[in-house]
């Protein structure tokens, strides 16, 4: 196996309760639209989450990609990927906030990383 390798992962001011839910482990899933950067990630690197000046390490255990958000959704509870989300029209509509996602999306799919302290 080759030598893990970091990822540097910048959230949005008004994404901090997300960099928290990931401090605090209740966000276990890191999704973001499947391009080819991201696809890139493997098994064993280390996203490296920042916000503002705070910065946070986790391993990736597992890399899966689905085709659709509802896709992602029957196979990984909507609360570990988005703790304060209580339903999949709920998650649709945050995805459908992010500049471009929703054509991202439609073309690559979307990736999720299970994540585990270091």
Known sequence: MTNPKE?????????RGMFIDIRDGLKTVETRAATPRYRA?????VLVFTCGRGR???????????????ALAKA??????MPA???????????RG?????EKIR????????????
């Open 85 to 95: 989300v209580r339903s999949l029209g709920e998650m649709r509509t945050i995805y």
């Open 41 to 45: 990630i493997r098994k064993g690197d």
């Open 98 to 102: 992010y500049p471009g996602y929703r």
């Open 56 to 70: 946070l390490r986790r391993k990736i255990a597992r890399v899966r990609v689905f085709r659709t958000v509802g």
């Open 107 to 118: 073309r690559y799919g979307i990736i999720a990383f299970d994540m585990i302290e270091l």
């Open 7 to 15: 990822w540097t992962l910048r959230l949005r001011a008004e994404d």
């Open 76 to 81: 990984v509870p909507v609360r570990r990927v």
